[in-house]
T-cell receptor
Framework: SQTIHQWPATLVQPVGSPLSLECTVE??????LYWYRQAAGRGLQLLFY??????ISSEVPQNLSASRPQDRQFILSSKKLLLSDSGFYLC????????????FGQGTRLTVV | AQSVTQLDSQVPVFEEAPVELRCNYS??????LFWYVQYPNQGLQLLLK??????LVESINGFEAEFNKSQTSFHLRKPSVHISDTAEYFC???????????FGQGTILTVHP
């Protein structure tokens, strides 16, 4: 069966510090991968998605970047965190079809102080 | 373009009472609809989905949702809620390329004893 791992679960970082969140998927090949950010009362906002190694699409302009160095690995990064980057970040995968459901990791609570 | 609107940000109910969480969507493409549930500080879990066929779909824990094309709605219902149903619920629409989902703002369901 497929599983998705996301870490760390919580993270407190000072403003201006770098960020690296990692997500890996097991049990499937060539998944579509997604990074969402969740803000209270505003649902989930899609930040990035990837359809293959090295292929990254950004949905919104921001201080973050994403990379996919391996088929089942997806990384969310920042060179210098802002206070506004605080939030709950969720990694997800799907088969990439219009009717595909998404499967989510457990999320990372990022607090920038 | 797609959009999903959840009409209630918070729904408080007493245990064993019925509940309805409302969701409306707009889409210019074939739409596939999902309900996800999120417990505190966790990822999202799929509750049920509508892809085609019968407009009434059910989950294993007693929730059901009805796809209504004329009213562009996909409301979630349960005839008798439990304390353990306390969570945030998200309605989502698929049908676009690359398996991207559009989420509503979320509804926090609080079940009181």
């Amino acid at each position: 069966s497929q599983t998705i791992h996301q870490w760390p679960a919580t993270l407190v970082q000072p403003v201006g510090s770098p960020l690296s969140l990692e997500c890996t998927v097991e049990g499937t090949s060539n998944p579509n991968l997604y990074w969402y950010r969740q803000a209270a009362g505003r649902g989930l906002q899609l930040l990035f998605y990837s359809v293959g190694i090295g292929q990254i699409s950004s949905e919104v302009p921001q201080n973050l970047s994403a990379s996919r160095p391996q088929d089942r690995q997806f990384i969310l990064s920042s060179k210098k965190l802002l206070l506004s980057d605080s939030g709950f970040y969720l990694c997800a995968w799907s088969l990439g079809q219009p009717a595909s459901e998404a499967f989510f990791g457990q999320g990372t609570r990022l607090t920038v102080v | 373009a797609q959009s999903v609107t959840q009409l209630d940000s918070q729904v408080p109910v007493f245990e064993e009472a019925p509940v309805e969480l409302r969701c409306n969507y707009s889409s210019s493409v074939s739409v596939y609809l999902f309900w996800y549930v999120q417990y505190p500080n966790q990822g999202l879990q799929l509750l049920l989905k509508y892809l085609s066929g019968s407009t009434l779909v059910e989950s294993i824990n007693g929730f059901e949702a009805e796809f209504n094309k004329s009213q562009t709605s996909f409301h979630l219902r349960k005839p008798s809620v439990h304390i353990s149903d306390t969570a945030e619920y998200f309605c989502a629409a698929g049908g676009t390329s690359y398996g991207k989902l559009t989420f509503g703002q979320g509804t926090i369901l609080t079940v009181h004893p």
